[in-house]
Nanobody, 116 residues
Framework: EVQLVESGGGLVQAGGSLTLSCAASGFTFAVRAINWFRQAPGKEREGVSCIASNDGSTYYADSVEGRFTASSDNAKNTVYLQMNSLKPEDTAVYYC?????????WGQGTQVTVSS
């Protein structure tokens, strides 16, 4: 069974940092891309970052480029999202995601709240 479990969210002041984790199981982690999405209240879910577990290549949305860094620990089947210089507009539920075949798998999400 494919499972993605996020952790690390919380409340932080603007300018602060948080590191999110996404622990994966039930699939061959090292050959998959793992994505981070976020959804703020009243807004659509948006892509934040993508990391390819096989070679570590990354992609970032313009809104987080230079502030967020994705990394992967294949030995632990875990992907991280280091978030620095957080802004109130980064407040959202953050989800990790992977696609296997035609199926998208999602974690339960972790809340990040940035106070001004």
């Amino acid at each position: 069974e494919v499972q993605l479990v996020e952790s690390g969210g919380g409340l932080v002041q603007a300018g602060g940092s948080l590191t999110l984790s996404c622990a994966a199981s039930g699939f061959t982690f090292a050959v998959r891309a793992i994505n981070w999405f976020r959804q703020a209240p009243g807004k659509e879910r948006e892509g934040v970052s993508c990391i390819a577990s096989n070679d570590g290549s990354t992609y970032y949305a313009d809104s987080v480029e230079g502030r967020f860094t994705a990394s992967s620990d294949n030995a632990k089947n875990t992907v991280y999202l280091q978030m620095n210089s957080l802004k109130p507009e980064d407040t959202a539920v953050y989800y990790c995601n992977t696609r296997i075949g035609a199926t998208d798998y999602w974690g339960q999400g972790t809340q990040v709240t940035v106070s001004s």
